[in-house]
């Protein structure tokens, strides 16, 4: 079976291909703003693209940037197909092409022998030698218009075999001694390859990494590896990347680490990479010990954004929001606001899936909860290799009621905003690791779903218990007594407004649904329900028989949303915070 084309092998990697529409999009990007911004600084003079300097005929800055094309170092550190490598081949000689004929136009010449140059200049590198091998097949083939012979030894000196995270410029056998780095270090680095447990503590050590070893993806090791190989202050960093890099909490560190390293010229937010199911960037950097607050970062090639915006924001996120209004609207929604983890304690349910699939360890002796597809699995109790095939294996949770399902329990499939519609039927006589204490269960309390686009929440008035995908948000002791502040709460998670910001603070527009995480969920800016009394009253008047023993009916949806606009001071915005559920 051909490795270049065999799923699990790639998956195993993280790799997946890279088209050669993107590799073009993203290579033509990177080489267009290095060059601009390296005009600008040698000679201050300000162009909008390549096309623009080769054309404006000044003949110094046209030799100049000529020379600065062939030297014009690119390295791909995980180099797959080699689309990178051709992308960048062709385009450095088109420019370079484009320049030599401008330069006659203008009587002077320059010899078109470039070509074994420009390639010289192209590195490769890639862990796997099956993948290097189809990759090297596939460079033979191509069309270089270059003597044959110089193919095969380039190969040889150019692109090898070897970990990218360990490279160093010995890594290659013609590069200089005296090297300065690579002027371009681009490709679409693996996303989630397998690291085993030995692997993830060393690279903690060697990046001096802090936070969780075992949420450790491959594609930031490469971000972090390249300060190593990139020249200073003139070196770029052009990758595609997760698109959760952006937003998630897993990432915070990463990004901080990239707004104080990097001055990001451009930051392209793409929809699905092929057979991946994930949204996806493009990032172009600047590696540089410069200023970065004040850079301009171009966004989807539209908008011009502060790097100090994403500087300030909560966690470093990496907002798509460009246009003003938008931006004063997330202001006044904060203002005069306290983090909800000011009123509410929020737990998961029990870890359990919707099914609730638990297993028997015959190590630890003891139920543990079912925890992947794979056939085999680590137990999360004693992290022994298990068999599936030879384990004891039931599931606790059912859709209807039977004589061992008895106990009700709410997955995120019972209920929606504000109504509980069902509930699913727990075997609660199993006991398993982790299972919650009771009390995260008390009601009053609200429900809210974790899989889910935005907040989506109901009041529960029946301790009813809740799977992993299920908070629950209970008041804090301090305002227990005021029990309208629960629904006063359920009010603003459910209103269109609070969908708007989460959406524009968290979300940042992926069109597939995310998991609403804790740590975003504390942070929602409410304003404070002992400051306003007269909305109290009104909300109070909206929800119908909240006695404990029914649940509270909601009137109508809008009313809420009109109230709460008001609360927050943007009924100006109205058409703007209307989001659909």
Request: glycine share 4%; proline share 4%; aromatic share 12%.
């Amino acid at each position: 079976m051909d490795p270049i084309k065999n799923s699990e092998f790639k998956k195993s990697l993280g790799a997946f291909n890279t088209p050669s529409s993107l590799a073009f999009e993203l290579t033509n990007r990177a080489i267009q703003q290095a060059i601009i911004v390296q005009m600008r600084r040698r000679f201050n003079v300000s162009h909008s693209s390549v096309e623009n300097i080769i054309n404006s005929g000044n003949t110094k800055v046209l030799e100049e940037l000529l020379s600065y094309i062939l030297s014009f170092t690119i390295l791909d550190g995980s180099v797959g197909q080699g689309e990178f490598i051709i992308t960048s081949y062709r385009l450095l000689l088109g420019i370079s092409d484009s320049i030599t004929q401008r330069l006659a136009e203008l009587g002077i010449n320059k010899t078109k022998n470039y070509r074994r140059k420009i390639l010289n200049n192209l590195y490769g590198m890639e862990i796997n030698s099956r993948t290097l091998l189809g990759c090297q097949e596939i460079l033979n083939g191509h069309s270089w218009d270059i003597d044959k012979e110089i193919i095969p030894k380039w190969m040889k000196n150019n692109l090898v075999i070897g970990n990218f995270l360990e490279s160093d410029f010995t890594s290659w056998k013609k590069i200089p001694e005296n090297f300065p780095g690579f002027d371009l270090i681009i490709g679409n680095p693996p996303w989630g390859s397998q690291l085993t447990k030995e692997e993830r503590a060393h690279y903690f050590k060697k990046f001096k990494l802090s936070g969780s070893r075992r949420n450790l993806n491959s594609f930031e090791l490469f971000v972090y590896q390249s300060t190593y190989l990139l020249r200073s202050n003139s070196g770029y960093l052009a990758l595609y990347l997760p698109k959760n890099l952006t937003r998630s909490n897993q990432y915070v560190n990463l990004r901080k680490f990239i707004l104080h390293n990097y001055r990001i010229k451009s930051l392209f937010f793409h929809d699905l990479f092929d057979h991946v199911t994930q949204e996806f960037i493009s990032i172009v950097a600047l590696f540089t010990d410069k200023i970065k607050s004040k850079n301009e970062i171009l966004v989807d090639n539209e908008e011009r954004i502060l790097q100090t915006v994403y500087m300030t924001n909560t966690d470093y996120i990496f907002t798509k929001i460009t246009d003003k209004t938008s931006f004063q609207v997330l202001e006044q929604i904060k203002k005069n606001t306290k983090g909800l983890e000011e009123y509410v304690t929020i737990q998961r349910g029990e870890e359990l899936s919707k099914k609730g699939g638990v297993m028997y360890c015959n190590f630890c002796t003891s139920w543990v909860p079912l925890s992947s597809r794979k056939p085999r699995v680590e137990c999360p109790q004693c992290h022994e290799i298990l068999d599936k095939s030879q384990l004891l294996i039931q599931f606790l949770i059912n859709p209807s009621k039977s004589s061992e399902h008895i106990t009700p329990i709410l997955t995120g499939d019972d209920f929606n905003h504000y109504y509980i519609k069902s509930t699913h039927f727990f075997n609660d006589t199993i006991e398993f690791k982790s299972k919650k204490n009771r009390n995260v269960y008390k009601s009053p309390k609200i429900v809210l779903q974790k899989i889910k686009q935005f907040p989506c929440a109901a009041i529960d008035l029946n301790n009813t218990l809740t799977t992993q995908n299920v908070y629950n948000l209970r008041l804090k002791e301090q305002w227990r007594k005021k029990p309208i502040y629960l629904y006063y709460i359920l009010a603003i998670l459910n209103s269109s407004l609070m969908h708007w910001y989460y959406e524009n603070q968290f979300n940042l527009g992926s069109k597939y649904t995310n998991a609403i995480s804790i740590k975003n969920l504390k942070r929602l800016p409410i304003r404070p329900p002992e400051d306003n009394e007269k909305i109290l009253g009104t909300i109070e008047t909206q929800f119908k028989n909240s006695h404990p023993s029914t649940q509270p009916r909601i009137m109508q949806k809008d009313e809420i949303d009109d109230l709460i606009l008001e609360l927050y001071e943007c009924s100006s915005y109205k058409e703007l915070l209307l989001v659909s559920d």
